[in-house]
T-cell receptor, first 114, second 110 residues
Framework: ETGVTQTPRHLVMGMTNKKSLKCEQH?????MYWYKQSAKKPLELMFV???????ENNSVPSRFSPECPNSSHLFLHLHTLQPEDSALYLC?????????????FGQGTRLTVV | QKEVEQNSGPLSVPEGAIASLNCTYS??????FFWYRQYSGKSPELIMS????GDKEDGRFTAQLNKASQYVSLLIRDSQPSDSATYLC??????????FGTGTRLLVSP
């Protein structure tokens, strides 16, 4: 298996639920990212991990909690979300290090908060 | 001012024509520039990267960069209906963040 894999592909959750999104990359990369894509808005960078250390938290609400246990895996833990959090959540990876180069994306998780 | 700006379109071109997609950016310290293609309901796919002023060609695609004007463009020659998608411009800013524009929707009619 190659590339960047995200699970689940679709998720519907209530505002009081707790769920997690998973991302796994098989590219030997050292940097991983979470992006949010809402309708008619640019891709919004949420979090960046470089060699398992969080290097960017782009003013994301605390109801989104990332976890990066190793260079190949990235999670996004969700709790008490709001309907406006409904969006496509994309994971990406890149070679990493000091310079961020091109990122390769997973297929995304379509999240609906009801 | 948005960090990366693109015309949202749609840009409509007939099959076989040249499609020209444009992007401007605000951070003069930006070093690297990328074009991604995103089909409806799919994730973005990297199609071109460019790091220095001038043109870079790859098959039917040509990326052009002008750092003085803070402008990057993508030309698609011999456009095909299968090229119909949203094209995202991404810029690696001086703060080491990969920032995306809103994308330009391209429609190629047979």
């Amino acid at each position: 298996e190659t590339g960047v894999t995200q699970t689940p592909r679709h998720l519907v959750m209530g505002m009081t639920n707790k769920k997690s999104l998973k991302c796994e990359q098989h590219l030997g990369h050292n940097a991983m990212y979470w992006y949010k894509q809402s309708a008619k808005k640019p891709l919004e960078l949420m979090f960046v991990y470089n060699f398992k250390e969080q290097t960017e938290n782009n003013s994301v609400p605390s109801r989104f909690s990332p976890e990066c246990p190793n260079s190949s895996h990235l999670f996004l833990h969700l709790h008490t979300l709001q309907p406006e959090d409904s969006a496509l959540y994309l994971c990406a990876s890149s070679p990493g290090g000091r310079v961020v180069s091109e990122a390769f994306f997973g297929q995304g998780t379509r999240l609906t908060v009801v | 001012q948005k960090e990366v700006e693109q015309n949202s379109g749609p840009l409509s071109v007939p099959e076989g024509a040249i499609a020209s997609l444009n992007c401007t950016y605000s951070d003069r310290g930006s070093q690297s520039f990328f074009w991604y293609r995103q089909y409806s309901g799919k994730s973005p796919e990297l199609i071109m990267s460019i790091y220095s002023n001038g043109d870079k060609e790859d098959g039917r695609f040509t990326a052009q960069l002008n750092k003085a004007s803070q402008y990057v463009s993508l030309l698609i020659r011999d456009s095909q209906p299968s090229d119909s998608a949203t094209y995202l411009c991404a810029v690696l800013t001086g703060f080491q963040k990969l920032v995306f524009g809103t994308g330009t929707r391209l429609l190629v009619s047979p």
